[in-house]
């Protein structure tokens, strides 16, 4: 008898686990399909190592992107307001430059006459050698 309650528990899961399934998919195929961004901007590296802590790091970088329509794109940084590089009725494009930073940048791939981020990559900033704390050798009188 406990083997027969046994396998109709795991008999009840696996329907259980159907129906969950089955009914997930009814839930997902009634929402609306929403538009998939084949926009992308990558960098790489995509970190920036320095030696010490607020200290500046320098690195060359490769950015790359690629949108989903022909048009006339440009890369912008965080760091200033004019873009790095336009692109005339293109679809894709590669910039390699060098960049020296002691905070996170962000790149950005917009239309050239837009102020709206299509695509966004991130540079982080690390370091070798965390801030040096404070001595402990203090002087002691006993």
């Known amino acids: 008898m406990a083997w027969i309650s046994r396998g109709f528990v795991k008999v009840g899961c696996y329907i259980s686990l159907a129906y969950f399934v089955g009914l997930s998919h009814l839930v ?3 929402t609306p399909m929403q538009a998939t961004s084949t926009n ?3 960098i790489q590296p995509n970190t ?3 030696l010490h802590r607020d200290q ?3 690195v ?3 950015m790359s992107w690629r949108a989903a329509t022909s048009n006339n794109y440009c890369i912008y940084s965080s760091a200033q307001d ?3 590089k336009c692109w005339v009725a293109s679809t894709q494009g590669v910039l390699t430059q060098q960049f020296g930073t002691d ?3 962000h790149f950005y791939l917009k239309l050239e006459k837009s102020n709206i981020a299509l ?3 991130e540079l982080k900033v690390s370091w070798v050698y965390k801030k040096q704390q404070k001595s402990r050798l203090t002087w002691r009188l006993f």
Do not use: M, Y
Request: proline letters at 4%; aromatic letters at 4%.
């Open 28 to 30: 997902l195929a009634d």
């Open 40 to 42: 992308e901007l990558r």
């Open 48 to 50: 920036c190592v320095s």
């Open 56 to 58: 500046a790091c320098f």
């Open 60 to 62: 060359n970088l490769k």
């Open 82 to 84: 004019t873009p790095l």
């Open 103 to 105: 905070k996170i940048l």
């Open 119 to 121: 695509a966004e990559s």
